[in-house]
């Protein structure tokens, strides 16, 4: 039966990939729905049926990312705009840095031990980007002035045992010490900058360099991703997550296959992957476009696949487009999902590992090509990071012109995204006071065991709530992370027992009111707990608008017996405990009371330090625990915020 329909599928996809031949009226174009219902289950390698749809739509060539540097009619218009100008300009104030890679064994294995970032990514990073404008400045002006930085750069990143960052290989140093090869974050880079130097520079480089640079490329790329796409080993992990490590590494990995490798069916296989690929990577976002690993890595990975897709677009001549993919509406809610998640005034809240703040820094290219692609917010200004959007920027200048207005939509009174149960209730007082709750799971990206969570802003002011992300180092990712656990949120604590992880463990909403005046949410969290005991538990959310605002949080229990019942106010303001009932938090601007009640039992008010020295928003941050003095089988306790 599956062979069957498999075969019908064949069917149907080769007459939609060949209709209009004979008239030639129309274009030969790949049918994503069709084409994934082939895939191997087991593998995110394509399958021959997938194969066979490829090579209708792929062509035998190479991919060209942009004219090579022989082109000077090409060359010498970008060389005169104004982006071109100021490109050289930026490459000519780098040409006298040396490459700061490879680091030493030492600093790699420390790195590695410690998770400490600081003391080779930098170094990592700025090699990578002066190398970018090395070779786009001589594609630019052709003097042969780039030339010897080229080489030295090209030669220090080839001479560099492992292109992972050193806290991404095993604690055994395997991809150090030549046991194994991985893609990451940062290899995947490594391996694209040197594939556009040796497409686009042609002959201007050494045929010693050229074929190093080809045969370096072809293992620590492109057979590592084939290799891991046919047998998901332990290399390459991402290859069927959801997370922005998917999009990101995918994109830099068929990059580079498809520019630099000469074997046509390496480079079906690599597209087809990807296609397959990106599938989980998609999966990972909401029908609404939800994004539950918040709004920087929406940029980073979102970013990362629309890049993929421009590139796929362009090299097939529109017949694989990624940016309807098999959903145009939900690649439309994605495209404008910074709009639907901001709070007001440029915060947003800074769920998972996410920001609390829309950044005006770093690249802005997934917002360009979702203006151009989904309708959204046009930008007032073009941000880019690497070399491969640049090239993207200059052969579509259309797509990047900016907007000469600041485009300010109203904000609704309220957004809910209802496939991952986050809700934003908008204050539209002249000083906004709002919220934003997430019911969600817990084996979302960057999982926080934070079902309930919420943070609430006065203005811009993140006043109380989720604190936010641990940095990025040594036991930073630790289940014992109390930042990373529901001890760190402003969730139930109940019988000294924390949510648990997985999927299973989520909140799930039964009830909203949204009006002019007020809005409501109500969810039952009781599935966020391993306790048999337990026989309800809801949280309650209102946001009453009238006046200056007023935000109520309030938890209701009820037991089989009875159970210790404790929450706890989160903040990275300073604070003061006025009484038994009531704590004052200051932030830099405002001062919010927030009023604890409790319906049968009494309760302690026991602030501490969170154990956590490093924050994503700042540190220190504060739990002020709030616990019943004695057991009980049901009970309410509910915490009013009012700005002062």
Same mark, same amino acid.
């Given at each position: 039966?599956?062979?069957?329909?498999?075969?019908?599928?064949?069917?149907?996809?080769?007459?939609?990939?060949?209709?209009?031949?004979?008239?030639?009226?129309?274009?030969?174009?790949?049918?994503?729905?069709?084409?994934?219902?082939?895939?191997?289950?087991?593998?995110?390698?394509?399958?021959?049926?997938?194969?066979?749809?490829?090579?209708?739509?792929?062509?035998?060539?190479?991919?060209?990312?942009?004219?090579?540097?022989?082109?000077?009619?090409?060359?010498?218009?970008?060389?005169?705009?104004?982006?071109?100008?100021?490109?050289?300009?930026?490459?000519?104030?780098?040409?006298?840095?040396?490459?700061?890679?490879?680091?030493?064994?030492?600093?790699?294995?420390?790195?590695?031990?410690?998770?400490?970032?600081?003391?080779?990514?930098?170094?990592?990073?700025?090699?990578?980007?002066?190398?970018?404008?090395?070779?786009?400045?001589?594609?630019?002006?052709?003097?042969?002035?780039?030339?010897?930085?080229?080489?030295?750069?090209?030669?220090?990143?080839?001479?560099?045992?492992?292109?992972?960052?050193?806290?991404?290989?095993?604690?055994?140093?395997?991809?150090?010490?030549?046991?194994?090869?991985?893609?990451?974050?940062?290899?995947?880079?490594?391996?694209?900058?040197?594939?556009?130097?040796?497409?686009?520079?042609?002959?201007?480089?050494?045929?010693?360099?050229?074929?190093?640079?080809?045969?370096?490329?072809?293992?620590?790329?492109?057979?590592?991703?084939?290799?891991?796409?046919?047998?998901?080993?332990?290399?390459?992990?991402?290859?069927?997550?959801?997370?922005?490590?998917?999009?990101?590494?995918?994109?830099?990995?068929?990059?580079?296959?498809?520019?630099?490798?000469?074997?046509?069916?390496?480079?079906?296989?690599?597209?087809?992957?990807?296609?397959?690929?990106?599938?989980?990577?998609?999966?990972?976002?909401?029908?609404?476009?939800?994004?539950?690993?918040?709004?920087?890595?929406?940029?980073?990975?979102?970013?990362?696949?629309?890049?993929?897709?421009?590139?796929?677009?362009?090299?097939?001549?529109?017949?694989?487009?990624?940016?309807?993919?098999?959903?145009?509406?939900?690649?439309?809610?994605?495209?404008?999902?910074?709009?639907?998640?901001?709070?007001?005034?440029?915060?947003?809240?800074?769920?998972?590992?996410?920001?609390?703040?829309?950044?005006?820094?770093?690249?802005?290219?997934?917002?360009?090509?979702?203006?151009?692609?989904?309708?959204?917010?046009?930008?007032?200004?073009?941000?880019?990071?690497?070399?491969?959007?640049?090239?993207?920027?200059?052969?579509?200048?259309?797509?990047?012109?900016?907007?000469?207005?600041?485009?300010?939509?109203?904000?609704?009174?309220?957004?809910?995204?209802?496939?991952?149960?986050?809700?934003?209730?908008?204050?539209?007082?002249?000083?906004?006071?709002?919220?934003?709750?997430?019911?969600?799971?817990?084996?979302?990206?960057?999982?926080?065991?934070?079902?309930?969570?919420?943070?609430?802003?006065?203005?811009?002011?993140?006043?109380?709530?989720?604190?936010?992300?641990?940095?990025?180092?040594?036991?930073?990712?630790?289940?014992?992370?109390?930042?990373?656990?529901?001890? =760190?949120? &402003?969730?139930?604590? /109940?019988?000294?027992?924390?949510?648990?992880?997985?999927? *299973?463990? +989520?909140?799930? $909403? @039964?009830?909203?009111?949204?009006?002019?005046?007020?809005?409501?949410?109500?969810?039952?969290?009781?599935?966020?707990?391993?306790?048999?005991?337990?026989?309800?538990?809801?949280?309650?959310?209102?946001?009453?608008?009238?006046?200056?605002?007023?935000?109520?949080?309030?938890?209701?229990?009820?037991?089989?017996?009875?159970?210790?019942?404790?929450?706890?106010?989160?903040?990275?303001?300073?604070?003061?405990?006025?009484?038994?009932?009531?704590?004052?938090?200051?932030?830099?601007?405002?001062?919010?009371?927030?009023?604890?009640?409790?319906?049968?039992?009494?309760?302690?008010?026991?602030?501490?330090?969170?154990?956590?020295?490093?924050?994503?928003? =700042?540190? &220190?941050?504060?739990? /002020?625990?709030?616990?019943?003095?004695?057991?009980?089988? *049901?009970? +309410?306790?509910? $915490? @009013?915020?009012?700005?002062?």
């Amino acid at each position: 039966m599956k062979k069957t329909l498999q075969l019908i599928y064949c069917f149907m996809a080769m007459v939609i990939l060949n209709q209009n031949i004979i008239g030639q009226t129309s274009s030969v174009y790949l049918d994503m729905s069709i084409y994934l219902k082939f895939a191997d289950s087991d593998t995110i390698y394509p399958s021959s049926e997938q194969i066979e749809i490829l090579k209708k739509v792929m062509p035998k060539e190479a991919f060209q990312p942009a004219s090579k540097i022989s082109d000077r009619a090409y060359w010498n218009n970008i060389g005169q705009t104004k982006s071109g100008k100021d490109y050289l300009i930026k490459a000519n104030a780098l040409l006298d840095i040396k490459p700061e890679v490879p680091i030493s064994d030492s600093i790699y294995r420390l790195a590695n031990r410690e998770g400490n970032r600081g003391i080779y990514k930098p170094k990592y990073y700025r090699t990578m980007d002066r190398l970018e404008h090395f070779i786009l400045a001589e594609c630019l002006e052709d003097q042969g002035r780039f030339l010897t930085q080229i080489k030295n750069y090209s030669n220090a990143i080839l001479n560099m045992k492992s292109w992972l960052h050193p806290n991404h290989d095993d604690e055994n140093n395997g991809v150090l010490e030549g046991r194994r090869v991985s893609i990451d974050l940062g290899a995947r880079k490594f391996g694209s900058v040197l594939a556009l130097a040796n497409y686009l520079l042609e002959d201007k480089l050494p045929k010693e360099l050229k074929e190093e640079i080809n045969g370096q490329l072809q293992k620590r790329i492109t057979d590592s991703y084939l290799h891991s796409t046919k047998y998901l080993d332990e290399n390459n992990k991402w290859i069927k997550s959801t997370s922005n490590w998917n999009s990101v590494c995918t994109s830099g990995a068929i990059l580079a296959t498809i520019t630099n490798s000469k074997s046509y069916d390496d480079r079906l296989a690599v597209v087809g992957s990807a296609l397959n690929s990106m599938n989980h990577y998609l999966s990972g976002f909401g029908e609404d476009g939800y994004c539950s690993e918040g709004l920087g890595y929406w940029g980073y990975g979102f970013g990362h696949y629309l890049y993929l897709a421009q590139i796929l677009y362009d090299f097939t001549e529109g017949r694989i487009d990624l940016f309807a993919f098999n959903n145009a509406e939900k690649m439309k809610n994605v495209g404008n999902f910074p709009q639907s998640f901001e709070i007001q005034n440029g915060t947003c809240a800074p769920f998972a590992d996410g920001v609390s703040s829309i950044s005006s820094k770093g690249s802005n290219f997934a917002n360009v090509l979702s203006a151009n692609y989904y309708g959204a917010i046009i930008p007032t200004e073009i941000r880019m990071e690497e070399a491969a959007e640049q090239l993207i920027a200059w052969q579509h200048p259309k797509m990047f012109e900016v907007s000469n207005n600041s485009m300010i939509s109203e904000m609704p009174d309220h957004t809910y995204f209802n496939d991952f149960g986050m809700v934003i209730s908008r204050g539209k007082q002249e000083t906004p006071f709002s919220i934003a709750v997430k019911a969600g799971h817990n084996a979302e990206n960057h999982n926080h065991s934070d079902v309930s969570t919420y943070e609430i802003f006065l203005d811009t002011d993140m006043i109380t709530g989720d604190i936010g992300a641990p940095s990025y180092r040594a036991g930073a990712f630790s289940p014992d992370n109390k930042a990373r656990s529901s001890w =760190g949120h &402003p969730v139930p604590l /109940i019988n000294n027992k924390l949510q648990s992880n997985g999927i *299973e463990f +989520k909140g799930i $909403i @039964t009830e909203t009111e949204f009006t002019e005046v007020m809005d409501k949410v109500v969810m039952n969290i009781l599935p966020a707990y391993e306790l048999p005991m337990l026989q309800t538990l809801t949280r309650t959310i209102t946001n009453d608008k009238s006046g200056v605002g007023t935000i109520i949080i309030e938890d209701q229990f009820n037991a089989t017996g009875p159970i210790s019942f404790g929450s706890s106010i989160m903040t990275l303001n300073s604070y003061k405990i006025v009484d038994d009932t009531t704590v004052i938090l200051e932030s830099e601007n405002y001062k919010v009371k927030a009023k604890i009640k409790s319906e049968g039992f009494t309760f302690k008010i026991k602030d501490e330090v969170v154990p956590v020295k490093h924050l994503r928003e =700042g540190a &220190p941050a504060y739990r /002020i625990g709030i616990d019943a003095d004695k057991q009980v089988k *049901e009970g +309410k306790l509910t $915490i @009013t915020y009012t700005p002062l």
